[in-house]
């Protein structure tokens, strides 16, 4: 039976974690985001060195265009400092800074850029121009392939149809037909060079369209019945993806399906038609994100308590005025999680035996219950962890919870 000595303490499993992984994260004690990514350059930096770029992104992590350039500062592996704006609440100085007040912004040296597109040549102008080709006539249809991700109305083309009138029927046929023509357009492109990417090597044109093909694709399935992945029709489509997952810069910087479909419900208020896709497996039995899942929980639990506490509804089951028997109960499970993604196969799941101080108290299970199916949704990648973690962090939840009773 599972009983309060037969967990681990959160010191435990935070080093038994971190022996698995590497990924740590800066914490920000009483701000949003909680926690911070480390660039993976930054320890290149001399010691008490200001890097040379500073980012100003999204609070939440969820703007496509900020990944772009997260995407291509990790890719170049130039270290950088971010600082996180509150789009719903954006700061004075920062539209005094930046006319339009949109993020990404950077601060390059000193000089301010900003639109993705700008800051994207910006880095490559200033660090050397490794996402752009070599070769002049491939640089110059690199320059056009990525004007053409500005202008060419895809992006607007696919969310018309994610967010179109589901009960037009009529309408949305036609939407997806024009989502197709454009999705041929850009399998052709992709036919162009040899290899799975635009140009003959990775390059900014891929940065340009990943975050936005990367949602798009894990939305249309679950929103409009329609997939690109899997589908025969776009062979290299399929081909580049697989080959973005094949890049580490990739894996740090991207959402997984999870986030990106609970934000556009969220978000845009869409109705899902199907369900989500079953979580990769790829990244839920990988031990490095298992590891970095439990990681992330052991470090930042204050806080996930905290929003546990405050905004699940597991308050409704505390004796008046007494938190602590819930708060108890939430620790409890937690901990059971972060144990049972690092020691899966040794842990025993409490099968129905009821966990925590009191085991007599189905309530305990029912506190761990709650915790675990809101904390669950409740995490976004990459803000929280990275999309690998977060997949791994959510099945994990899954198989615990069905044991709980
Ligand atoms: N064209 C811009 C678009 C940037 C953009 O739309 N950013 C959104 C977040 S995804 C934003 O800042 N929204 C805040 C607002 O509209 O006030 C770019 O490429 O950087």
Redesign the pocket.
Known sequence: MPTQDMLLTWEQLSEIAQKHTSARRVRRPGKSPSTAPIPSSLHKLPPDTDPLVLLYR?SHS?????E??WFALEEKEIPFATEF?D?RN?PQWYTDLVP??????AKIEGEVV??????LFALEAKFGETLLPKDAAEKEVARQWIEAD?TNGFREIAYKFLLGDPTDTNKLALQQMELETKLDELEQMLGKYPGAYFLSTFSLVDIMYSPHLDRIAVNLPVYRDYAIQGNPRFPNLNAWFEALRQRPAYHRVRSDAVTNNLLLHRIFGVEPMGNPAPLDPDDSEAIEYRAEAAERLSDNREAAIADILKNSGVQALATLDDLSAVTEAIEWHLRLLAQYLIHKNEIRLPWGRIGGRDQTNPTVAAVGAIALTYIRNRICAPRDMSAGAATAFRAATDEVLPLLY
């Open positions: 999204d969820w703007c496509p265009f900020c772009r350039v704006i789009l954006k339009m007040g949109l993020v990404p912004t900003y639109e993705s597109k700008s800051i500005e």
